[in-house]
């Protein structure tokens, strides 16, 4: 596609249910980013995946998020046993290599806790 | 979590006035710093960036300028549009492997 994709656009669901978030990336992309933006906030940094290395995970809240990119490709944002504080706005970002290179942003996917 | 950058204010400008957003950040080893609008209801989309070893970077319409000395940077829109409306965030980086931090941001409110 020629852009960033996020799916679902929105999400509803009960507090302690599991959800997952999909991002997939610009088809070449290595570097991807999973942010998290509270309304009226800054973007909180999630998580980040470059090419085969280790994904830097020091901006998951809690042991409640995971997230994991298969092939290098589509990744996969899981917050396990939901919380009303969780909700907010999750945006995944894509760059074509390092983290200097310009990111460029999915639509996002709102996310809200009942 | 890591922060950059001011709370969230709102700064409002006349129509085809020069707009000034500014951003203080934190780490003195950032080399790299970059400037992004958020449309309502949209993604950040990348306006433009600066180095380090540079103090000044012009764009269309947009000039981003670096102090390192105070730790400030700003974003100035010449003759600010209605679609210059949004939220505008500063960010920094470390080096090229790591990743960016972004502060709260700005919105930018054009008035008739």
């Known amino acids: 596609g020629a852009g960033v994709s996020q799916s679902p656009s929105n999400k509803v669901t009960e507090k302690g249910k599991d959800v997952e978030l999909r991002c997939d990336p610009i088809s070449g992309h290595t570097a991807l980013y999973w942010y998290r933006q509270s309304l009226g906030q800054g973007l909180e940094f999630l998580i980040y995946?470059?090419?085969?290395?280790?994904?830097?995970k020091s901006g998951l809240p809690s042991d409640r998020f995971s997230a994991e990119r298969t092939g290098g490709s589509v990744s996969t944002l899981t917050i396990q046993r939901t919380q009303q504080e969780d909700s907010a706005v999750y945006l995944c970002?894509?760059?074509?290599?390092?983290?200097?290179?310009?990111?460029?942003f999915g639509p996002g996917t709102r996310l809200t806790v009942l | 979590g890591e922060s950059v950058g001011l709370h969230l204010p709102t700064l409002s400008v006349q129509e085809g006035d020069n707009s000034i957003i500014n951003c203080a950040y934190s780490?003195?080893?950032?080399?790299?710093f970059i400037w992004y609008k958020q449309e309502s209801g949209k993604g950040p989309q990348f306006i433009i960036d600066?180095?380090?070893?540079?103090d000044k970077r012009q764009g269309q319409r947009v000039t981003v300028l670096l102090n390192k000395t105070v730790k400030h940077l700003s974003l100035q829109i010449a003759a600010t549009q209605p679609g210059d409306s949004a939220v505008y965030f500063c960010a920094e980086g470390v080096n090229r492997d790591d990743k960016i931090i972004f502060g709260k941001g700005t919105r930018l409110h054009i008035l008739p």
């Open positions: 970002a894509s760059s074509a290599g390092t983290a200097g290179d310009t990111q460029y």
């Open positions: 780490n003195s080893a950032s080399d790299y």
């Open positions: 995946f470059q090419g085969n290395s280790a994904p830097d």
């Open positions: 600066i180095r380090s070893n540079m």
